[in-house]
């Protein structure tokens, strides 16, 4: 491992994209080189989070509140047999470090709440600076206007998905979301790379973190691999589409699950996805309203943004999404871990398993 790579998870949380199926006209092109300036779309001016002042947070903001309790049971981790459907959660591989990459974060915490806790995480970074600066009042003038302007821009990233145009409809996280559902979402783009947490009914449930790899020193899917599985305990199970590609990689345990995601190859990322197991299950039971995205239809606004999400910053999560939109192919994602809709992949075209090179203790300081 080179000192440029050693860098390049200092201070980050361990974190699929598949391809997208070529249409026999027409064939989106992906860019030479990976996307490397991932960045957020403009978006217009938001209302923020509403009710927010100076941390003070409510006894209804403390109480935990996770969507989709009660709603039906998360299935129960199974030992793997012979024939057993490792694309079934029931035998993905216990995560042992998932709790540990949710650092103070919780299922089923308000918006305010958390947004409380990227406040205070936020300010530590501007107090370091300032020490450093200590005494140079003019320094410590523009860290201070710095940070406040950084507060402001997590605050106002809040979004609430009521059917209009948000901007990160042909983003890369579109599919983590769905109109008209209760559902929003808060983000911090913290340079190396982009906080993304998703609520429904304002209580949290998903956590997204995508890493910039140009900022990662360019290291590799297999690098990156080892290092999760090196905290988690245990490989991952690979998850694959009927070509037999590999979509993500996955663990869990009683309470989340976890999936590694690839965007390296269109869109310069890695990421890791960590979920409420609880709510992952009852999905469907929670979106029920009209809204969910109809992929076979597109709108102008969001046609006119297709090019640049392939080919510059706005990227798809599951980069299906967009380009079946774009061909007017219809894609059922069927939820995260969902076995109704995924195929087994075929045993002709397997995925192409490579040895994990996992990132030395001496190498990376932390991987928060």
């Not at 209302?47 to 903001?61: H, K, P, R």
């Not at 950084?150 to 901007?167: D, I, R």
């Not at 979106?287 to 606004?301: A, F, H, L, N, W």
């Not at 192409?352 to 991987?367: A, R």
Request: hydrophobic share 35%; with cysteine; net charge negative.
């Amino acid at each position: 491992m080179t000192e440029k790579k050693i860098v390049v998870l200092a201070g980050l949380m361990a974190l699929s994209i598949s391809c997208a199926s070529k249409t026999a006209q027409q064939e989106p092109t992906a860019p030479a080189d990976p996307a490397s300036d991932f960045a957020e779309p403009e978006i217009g001016e938001t209302d923020g989070i509403q009710g927010y002042e100076d941390v003070v947070l409510t006894a209804e903001d403390e109480r935990l509140a996770i969507p989709g309790e009660g709603k039906g049971k998360v299935p129960p981790m199974k030992a793997r047999g012979k024939k057993s459907n490792l694309q079934d959660p029931s035998f993905w591989p216990r995560g042992e470090g998932i709790a540990g990459l949710m650092e103070e974060l919780v299922w089923g915490m308000s918006v305010k709440k958390v947004f409380s806790i990227f406040e205070k995480k936020i300010k530590a970074i501007y107090e370091e600076q300032m020490k450093a600066q200590s005494g140079d009042l003019l320094a410590e003038d523009r860290i201070r206007t710095a940070m406040t302007k950084e507060l402001n821009k997590v605050k106002n990233s809040y979004v609430a998905y009521n059917g209009q145009t948000t901007g990160y409809e042909s983003h890369m996280v579109s599919s983590e979301f769905m109109h008209n559902n209760g559902e929003s979402m808060l983000v911090w783009d913290a340079g190396k790379y982009v906080e993304y947490l998703f609520f429904i009914n304002d209580r949290f449930w998903k956590r997204v973190r995508l890493f910039r790899i140009d900022q990662l020193g360019g290291i590799t899917l297999e690098e990156f691999n080892g290092t999760i599985e090196a905290m988690m305990g245990t490989p991952g199970q690979e998850i694959v589409d009927e070509e037999g590609n590999l979509q993500k990689i996955v663990w869990r345990d009683e309470d989340s699950y976890a999936a590694i995601l690839d965007g390296s190859k269109f869109f310069g990322v890695y990421g890791l996805r960590l979920s409420a197991a609880v709510t992952e299950t009852n999905l469907d039971k929670l979106r029920t309203r009209e809204g969910k995205k109809d992929t076979t239809t597109v709108s102008d606004d969001v046609a006119s943004t297709i090019e640049r999400a392939v080919t510059s910053v706005d990227m798809d999560d599951h980069q299906e999404s967009v380009i079946d939109q774009y061909t007017g192919k219809a894609h059922n994602d069927g939820g995260f871990g969902d076995t109704g809709t995924q195929s087994s992949p075929k045993k002709s075209e397997p995925a192409k398993k490579q040895e994990s090179k996992p990132i030395s203790d001496e190498e990376v300081d932390s991987l928060f």
